[in-house]
């Protein structure tokens, strides 16, 4: 029996650049194959191939042995193929059911649309696997997991044989993962094919039995997971093996930043801490729990409501980012796009945007010293290619994220606060991040991060708080810091994982 | 090393002139190949000077829109600015109040507007699009109303000679504009609030995590474009000897255009002092050659229109290079 999609020889060149060259592997029916690289491998470019975004410039898309022609996003819909992306394309504002029949709308007569029937056929696709959902419901009101469970459910209504999920996951909980993984191994045993693209390896390792890895726009191979450990894959996204890093705490007793009794209008309620010069304090918590929203009051973008921050020993009120980063805080975001860079400009002017006094004494920019601390900063943070006049928006997320800590660094800030510190960031990429925040402390800067990956807030953290419902349900020392330690403070204790399956 | 530094001084060169720029050019120099060709004379010294002239009430209030297109906002109201401002100081000229201070009263009026303009945007949060369809009725009544709907006549000659006057040949509206654009250009290119504004227009919420004071930023915008408005106003009473309350309609779409076609996005943070002038000057070019050849005023019209639509599409096709 043939496979249920075979991609064979697919080519595909951009003008200057090869994004795809000869890609071959094929994912049988019932099977979820994982599709991994670091980011321009090309995973991105050949689901847009599979989605009929792109056309290839070599090669076929087989679908049961047939070939195809997949000439743009209706024609593959129409061959069966349902596209789940990482930032959901759906319209918040129209009903659950109205985004699920997005583009072909069930009618009356062809004028008039039949909501009621969306609405039935609707519910009949999610019964099958989240009946909790009201297909009435504007959009705007599920959280993103459901919203990714409305895809799937549109999937299920455009009886789709091939789904192609790209990064489902990157913002969903551990327990919402655990959800969507049954939804997901559900469709499988349907006799869909699902091709999943995720960095979170280890969400890989426990659905996909089968892998193939991409780099530089080919095919280093096509696995069986069973037969591997994460770090064989990882050396093969990469290229070469990542040297296992160890953890050096750089911490030392002297008070840099307090904070006591603080409190938000959103979130955050009674947290008070010490951050100390040279120390990384890590702080984990489910999605939700207010890690954000503590960071944006330290970073003065939000204003406390309660409470009291103090900089060295003296008082400090901050009633716009200005403030705090007069005092030498500094916040690098969780979402680079819409609040790190500037897009259009470049490298030098999104590292200077913080400092501009600095490199404008009598009102008019000093162009050339910009520049060499531009050079100095960048080469610092080893951004390459070291094009400082190229728009950021031309760079990788690991650049543009390093960028935004070069920014930081030439305004003087001696507090960095890192919300997810390498979401969206190559595996390889990740690595030089985290040689530069321990790099930081051992220069004598406080460092605050927040990661959902606990992995990362091990190796990083010299002392770990732990949030649960905006407050701080732990404080655990470098010796105490394991998975377990942080996932037992972080979930709540009435809802339990066990708790929450008796409850479905 | 050595290589970087020999290639240098040309690219340093090239960067004051970005690709879009260019283009903006050579849409320019071919509009004027082909009136040339067209119209005997069009490329007399004194047309051309006279395009300058026709140009530069235009490129006056194009400078300020840019500015505020680049932050991201858009100032429907700088005609309505400009029709209050000139009647203010020429009242206060026709009832013998010295001249610099009416003019100083006149440029008041111009930030004020700008003033009122920028808080409702910028503190009120109200779209800036709306708040300037506002201003721009509320404005034009408050002109109407402040002379009963008639022109305010009889200039006094020192003030007209000031505007009508010449300087190195041109005339002193032109240099004054001139001088405008290259303070223009210094404060995009060469300042923090330059880049404030191409920040504020491009990212609003990165902006602010920055530290760039947002508020700040987008106030001065519209107040320059609102001081702006009131020294074309000037200009354009130091010309015709009167003030009207009606004058100044329709100018903002005319100011919009110069910017649209010299390459300003209405998304925010991207605009070109030099491609705004330049865009100016082909308004002001495509007219004043369709007068010349006698062409009825619908087809400069349909000129006006298509040249932006022209601009737009080259826009889209070459975007993302350079």
Known sequence: MSPRLQFQGISKLFPAVRALDGVSFSVGAGEIHGLLGENGAGKSTLLRIL???????????????????????????AAGVAMIHQ????????????????????????????????????????????????PAAPLGT???????????????????????????????????????????????????????????????????RRATIMRDGVVVDSVDLNDLSEKAVVAMMVGRELAQEHHNSHATNKVTLSARGLSSATKVRNVSFDLHRGEVLGIAGLVGSGRTELLRLLAGADRATAGTIAIDGKAARFSS???????????????????????????????????????????????????????????????????LDRPIRLFSGGNQQKAIIGRWLAAGTRILLFDEPTRGIDVGAKAEIYHLIEE??????????????????????????????????????????????IAAHAIPQTQTPAAQSARQ | MSDTTLVRPRAEFLRGISMRDAGTLIGLVVILAVFGAMVPGF???????????????????????????????????????????????????????????????????????????????????????????????????????????????????????IFNGSLFGLPLAVVIVAGVAVVAWVVLKKTPFGEYLLAVGGNEEAAYIAGVPIARTKIAAYMISGLLAALAAQILIGRLGAAEPILGNLWELDAIAAAAIGGASLMGGKGSVVGTILGAVILGAMRNGLTLMNVQSFYQLLATGLI??????????TRGRG
Do not use: W
Not at chain 1, 97 to 116: C, D, E, K, S, Y
């Open chain 1, 142 to 208: 599920l959280k993103v997991a459901q919203r990714q469970i409305v895809e799937i459910a549109r999937a299920l209504l455009d009886r789709a044989r091939i789904v192609a999920m790209d990064e489902p996951t990157s913002s969903l909980t551990p327990s919402e993962f655990e959800r969507l993984a049954q939804v997901i191994t559900g469709l499988a045993r349907d006799g869909v094919a699902v091709v999943y693209v995720s960095h979170k390896l280890d969400e890989v390792f426990g659905i996909c």
């Open chain 1, 321 to 387: 980012p200005r403030d705090a980063i007069a005092a030498g805080i500094g916040l690098v975001p969780e979402e680079r796009k819409r609040e790190g860079i500037v897009p259009l400009r470049s490298i030098s002017s999104n590292m200077a945007l913080a400092s501009m006094g600095v490199f404008a004494p009598r009102g008019v920019i000093d162009h050339a010293r910009l520049k060499r601390v531009a050079v100095d900063k960048m080469g610092r943070v080893n951004l390459r290619p070291f094009l």
């Open chain 1, 440 to 485: 930081l402390a051992a220069e004598g800067h406080a460092v605050i991060v927040v990661s959902s990956e606990l992995p990362e807030v091990i190796r990083l953290a010299d002392r770990v708080l732990v949030m649960r419902d905006g407050s701080i349900a732990a404080e655990l020392h470098r010796d105490d810091i394991s998975e377990q330690a």
């Open chain 2, 308 to 317: 932006i639509l022209a601009a737009m599409l080259i826009d889209r096709v």
């Open chain 2, 43 to 161: 490329f007399a010294e004194r047309n051309l000077i006279n395009i300058l002239q026709q140009s530069s009430i235009n490129a006056c209030l194009a400078l300020g829109m840019t500015l505020v297109i680049i932050s991201g906002g858009i100032d429907l109201s700088v005609g309505p600015t400009a029709a209050l401002s000139a009647v203010i100081s020429a009242s206060m000229m026709v009832a013998g109040v010295p001249f610099p201070l009416a003019i100083a009263a006149g440029f008041a009026i111009g930030l004020a507007c700008g003033l009122v303009n920028g808080v409702l945007v910028a503190y009120v949060g109200l779209q800036p699009f709306i708040v300037t369809l506002g201003t721009l009725s509320t404005y034009r009544a408050l002109a109407l109303i402040y002379t009963g709907g008639n022109p305010v006549l009889g200039l006094p000659p020192g003030f007209r000679a």
């Open chain 1, 87 to 134: 930032e959901l394309q759906q319209v918040p504002r129209l009903s659950v059911a109205q985004n699920m029949f997005l583009g072909h709308p069930l009618t009356r007569g062809g004028i008039f649309v039949a909501r009621r029937e969306q609405e039935r056929r609707a519910a009949e696709a999610l019964a099958a696997i989240d009946p909790s959902i009201d």
């Open chain 1, 51 to 77: 989605s009929g975004v792109y056309r290839p410039t070599a090669g076929s898309v087989l679908i049961d042995g047939k070939p195809v022609t997949l000439a743009n996003p209706v024609a593959a819909r």
